[in-house]
């Protein structure tokens, strides 16, 4: 996996780099925004960029490339604080927004669920405790081995781990089935968690009464800033 | 009150005017006396030239009158009212018009002034003012006096009556007349002072976050102008102190943010060392500070939207984010919301921000295994409550200061910045809303935020 790292800060750059490398990842450094086009020549998978650099604003990068139909993941780092400012930034493009200064353990969980959450075409490999879902194939497997799944059963697990360790609203889970009474989500997600129960699975899909479902995952970042 | 304008003004010009309003009186009346009676003086002068022209000195060299007969009638006519009496000063009469006069002109017998009112009693008792005046007559047998006398008739009475009603009338016009003139000084002077009151609104909506606010000169009394110009002075002095205040926290701010974050990744990217775990949780402390003070300077210099907001989606919206920092910290979230929607009017972001802060600082201050309760009321209001250790009465009101942290409370909860609580009530201020806190029943406390709801 390839990333582009787009930081002046050359002791930051450098650190972020050093982690994303131990943790696998093929990363490209660049310090402004002439330079990050250059290196923009080649495909990556995601983007890590800050906002303000020596000749412009990250942002607006962003809105180029969006411009330009190129929809690889783009990670914001940034000082501004208010949240409007965030939301700016989200606007423009970028799919997430992580403000300085922030750690780096949350800089990879955010990373990891920009790369779960842009799927694409190919696909991607979820992976919660020892529960695995291949979301190409539709398949799901407990310590590798699969786990027969209906479909409306499927689409949960699915939109619960490409979300897991953040609380995901009935509103976003109703979505993917209109059909259905009121009890309909219930009764999905009851048949669901008994389904991953039966095969061994050891991650618990916990109810928050009036604002939804998560997969309570210990070593996700909270989402929160 | 005593200090008011106005009412001095009034007190005082109402003061002058009674007194002008009291000589004004006295003078007419006093006028109206002094013309009577030198009417009466003129009267009794004719009457007492016109006897003098009818005295003879007869044989015994005694001074008496040939009055013809129709003068005669009225002088022995006793309801005419004229009287005479003829004497030497002795108290001997010599001539007099009928018997009656000597009692009648008695008091004018002696020595008496050049003419007099005085009351006396007439024969049935009944009081009767009667004007006298006495003329010395020089006959051969010595000085006589002549002391002529006009009694108080209906006439004199009626006049008397026309006088008090003049002055009645002169009282009717000029007590309206002063009132108007007073109620104009008033009303002129209140109306002068008018962009007063508006200017101390004016004033009072001056804030830190509006600092730049200049006072409007327009229609202001041009006695109290350069006041209103060398306060805009002064405004416009702080706002640039402010302001350059406000531009420096947020760029100190900002400028230790990145070797902050450098400091954090450094320290997380080294193994495991003695004492690794206490440098992070000093770095996270200062990040969380400087991000605070970043937002709150931000916060101060942002003029905010309202618009309608749906504050159980908001809430919601906040808990869903907030629920896993609460697990990791074993601190149950637990949310309450009417079916219905509650409609705020609210600007959603700092909105959110200020229900988040309120929720990230209840899970700070919960103990593991307790939960904290959010709530939402159908009267726009957010409850947050906690079973921590509460906040002390005396404190209740300072802990939405800034760097407020309550004694002994920074070594159990290191991770506060004490700006949290700050940032909350500016959000809260700006949305005319407000933040307090109070005992929960059981322990711990609860926060309450109240927006206004959208359409009142």
Same mark, same amino acid.
């Given at each position: 996996?390839?990333?582009?790292?787009?930081?002046? %800060?050359?002791?930051?750059?450098?650190?972020? %780099?050093?982690?994303?490398?131990?943790?696998?990842?093929?990363?490209?450094?660049?310090?402004?925004?002439?330079?990050?086009?250059?290196?923009?020549?080649?495909?990556?998978?995601?983007?890590?960029?800050?906002?303000?650099?020596?000749?412009?604003?990250?942002?607006?990068? @962003?809105?180029?490339?969006?411009?330009?139909?190129?929809?690889?993941?783009?990670?914001?780092?940034?000082?501004?604080?208010?949240?409007?400012?965030?939301?700016?930034?989200?606007?423009?493009?970028?799919?997430?927004?992580?403000?300085?200064?922030?750690?780096?353990? %949350?800089?990879?969980?955010?990373?990891?669920?920009?790369?779960?959450?842009?799927?694409?075409?190919?696909?991607?490999?979820? +992976?919660?405790?020892?529960?695995?879902?291949?979301?190409?194939?539709?398949? @799901?497997? @407990?310590?590798?081995?699969?786990?027969?799944?209906?479909?409306?059963?499927?689409?949960?697990?699915?939109?619960?781990?490409?979300?897991?360790?953040?609380?995901?609203?009935?509103?976003?889970?109703?979505?993917?089935?209109?059909?259905?009474?009121?009890?309909?989500?219930?009764?999905?997600?009851?048949?669901?968690?008994?389904?991953?129960?039966?095969?061994? +699975?050891?991650? %618990?899909?916990?109810? @928050?009464?009036?604002?939804?479902?998560?997969?309570?995952?210990?070593?996700? +970042?909270?989402?929160?800033? | 009150m005593e200090h008011s304008l106005l009412l001095r003004l009034v007190i005082r010009l109402g003061l002058v005017l009674?007194?002008?309003?009291?000589? =004004?009186?006295?003078?007419?009346?006093?006028?109206?006396?002094?013309?009577?009676?030198?009417?009466?003086?003129?009267?009794?002068?004719?009457?007492?030239?016109?006897?003098?022209?009818?005295?003879?000195?007869?044989?015994?060299?005694?001074?008496?009158? #040939?009055? $013809?007969?129709?003068?005669?009638?009225?002088?022995?006519?006793?309801?005419?009212?004229?009287?005479?009496?003829?004497?030497?000063?002795?108290?001997?009469?010599?001539?007099?018009?009928?018997?009656?006069?000597?009692?009648?002109?008695?008091?004018?017998?002696?020595?008496?002034?050049?003419?007099?009112?005085?009351? #006396?009693?007439?024969?049935?008792?009944?009081?009767?003012?009667?004007?006298?005046?006495?003329?010395?007559?020089?006959? /051969?047998?010595?000085?006589?006096?002549?002391?002529?006398?006009?009694?108080? !008739?209906?006439?004199?009475?009626?006049?008397?009556?026309?006088?008090?009603?003049?002055?009645?009338?002169?009282?009717?016009?000029?007590?309206?007349?002063f009132g108007l003139v007073l109620v104009t000084v008033g009303m002129s002077v209140s109306e002068s002072l008018r962009p007063l009151r508006r200017l101390s609104a004016e004033v009072k909506a001056v804030?830190?976050?509006?600092?730049?606010r200049q006072l409007t000169a327009a229609q202001v009394p041009s006695e109290v102008q350069p006041l209103v110009e060398a306060v805009n002075g002064l405004l416009?002095? =702080?706002?640039?102190?402010?302001?350059?205040?406000?531009?420096?926290?947020?760029? !100190?701010?900002?400028?230790?943010?990145? $070797?902050?974050?450098?400091?954090?990744?450094?320290?997380?990217?080294?193994?495991?060392?003695?004492?690794?775990?206490? *440098?992070?949780?000093?770095?996270?402390?200062?990040?969380?500070?400087?991000?605070?003070?970043?937002?709150?300077?931000?916060?101060?210099?942002?003029?905010?939207?309202?618009?309608?907001?749906? *504050? #159980?989606?908001?809430?919601?919206?906040?808990?869903?984010?907030?629920?896993?920092?609460?697990?990791?910290?074993?601190?149950?979230?637990?949310?309450?919301? $009417?079916? =219905?929607?509650?409609?705020?009017?609210?600007? /959603?972001?700092?909105?959110? &921000?200020?229900?988040?802060?309120?929720?990230?600082?209840?899970?700070?201050?919960? $103990?593991?295994?307790?939960?904290?309760?959010?709530?939402?009321?159908?009267?726009?209001?957010?409850?947050?409550?906690?079973?921590? /250790?509460?906040?002390?009465?005396? &404190?209740?009101?300072?802990?939405?200061?800034?760097?407020?942290?309550? &004694?002994?409370?920074?070594?159990?909860?290191?991770?506060?910045?004490?700006?949290?609580?700050?940032?909350?009530?500016?959000?809260?201020?700006?949305?005319?809303?407000?933040?307090?806190?109070?005992?929960?029943?059981?322990?711990?406390?609860?926060?309450?935020?109240?927006?206004?709801?959208?359409?009142?």
């Open positions: 996996m390839k990333i582009l790292v787009i930081e002046d %800060e050359k002791a930051l750059a450098g650190l972020i %780099e050093q982690t994303l490398q131990k943790s696998g990842y093929g990363v490209t450094l660049a310090g402004s925004v002439a330079e990050a086009r250059e290196k923009l020549a080649q495909p990556f998978e995601a983007i890590i960029s800050d906002r303000r650099l020596p000749d412009g604003d990250g942002l607006d990068l @962003v809105a180029e490339l969006r411009a330009a139909n190129n929809a690889t993941p783009v990670l914001m780092l940034t000082a501004m604080g208010l949240p409007q400012e965030r939301v700016k930034g989200l606007d423009a493009g970028a799919d997430d927004y992580l403000p300085k200064p922030f750690s780096l353990y %949350e800089l990879q969980a955010r990373l990891r669920a920009l790369l779960r959450r842009s799927g694409g075409p190919q696909g991607v490999k979820l +992976a919660s405790g020892n529960v695995t879902l291949d979301t190409l194939h539709g398949t @799901v497997q @407990v310590d590798g081995k699969t786990v027969p799944m209906g479909k409306r059963e499927l689409s949960l697990l699915t939109e619960l781990m490409r979300r897991a360790g953040q609380v995901v609203s009935k509103d976003v889970l109703e979505h993917g089935a209109p059909s259905g009474g009121r009890n309909a989500l219930e009764v999905a997600l009851h048949r669901l968690r008994k389904n991953l129960a039966d095969h061994g +699975a050891d991650i %618990e899909i916990a109810t @928050v009464r009036g604002v939804g479902y998560w997969i309570v995952d210990e070593n996700a +970042a909270p989402a929160a800033q | 009674a007194l002008v309003c009291a000589g =004004l009186v006295w003078l007419f009346n006093n006028t109206l006396d002094e013309v009577g009676d030198r009417a009466q003086d003129e009267m009794l002068r004719r009457q007492a030239a016109e006897l003098l022209s009818y005295l003879q000195i007869d044989r015994d060299r005694e001074a008496s009158f #040939t009055v $013809p007969r129709d003068v005669a009638r009225v002088y022995r006519d006793r309801d005419s009212g004229y009287v005479f009496v003829l004497h030497d000063g002795q108290g001997n009469i010599v001539a007099r018009s009928h018997p009656l006069a000597v009692a009648m002109l008695r008091p004018g017998l002696v020595a008496v002034p050049q003419s007099t009112y005085l009351d #006396t009693r007439d024969t049935d008792g009944k009081a009767a003012g009667i004007y006298m005046l006495v003329r010395p007559v020089p006959t /051969p047998r010595g000085m006589r006096y002549l002391t002529v006398g006009q009694a108080r !008739t209906i006439d004199d009475v009626l006049m008397e009556a026309a006088g008090r009603d003049a002055t009645r009338h002169l009282l009717m016009w000029l007590v309206p007349a804030g830190p976050h509006n600092p730049e416009a002095q =702080l706002s640039q102190a402010l302001a350059a205040q406000q531009q420096l926290s947020a760029d !100190t701010a900002h400028q230790l943010k990145t $070797p902050l974050a450098i400091m954090q990744a450094r320290l997380e990217s080294l193994k495991s060392f003695n004492g690794r775990d206490d *440098l992070l949780a000093d770095v996270r402390r200062m990040n969380r500070l400087v991000t605070q003070m970043l937002q709150y300077a931000q916060l101060m210099q942002t003029d905010i939207d309202l618009e309608p907001v749906n *504050l #159980t989606e908001l809430a919601r919206e906040v808990m869903a984010r907030m629920i896993p920092l609460g697990h990791g910290r074993k601190v149950k979230l637990a949310f309450e919301a $009417p079916e =219905l929607p509650v409609m705020v009017k609210a600007a /959603p972001l700092l909105a959110a &921000e200020a229900i988040q802060n309120l929720i990230d600082n209840a899970i700070q201050h919960s $103990p593991a295994g307790k939960a904290v309760e959010v709530a939402i009321g159908l009267d726009g209001t957010v409850e947050i409550a906690d079973k921590g /250790p509460g906040v002390p009465a005396t &404190e209740r009101d300072r802990i939405f200061s800034r760097f407020w942290q309550g &004694e002994g409370r920074n070594e159990k909860y290191g991770s506060g910045s004490g700006l949290g609580l700050a940032i909350v009530a500016e959000i809260m201020r700006q949305h005319g809303g407000k933040v307090k806190v109070a005992e929960r029943k059981g322990g711990g406390s609860v926060f309450t935020l109240s927006f206004c709801l959208n359409g009142r």
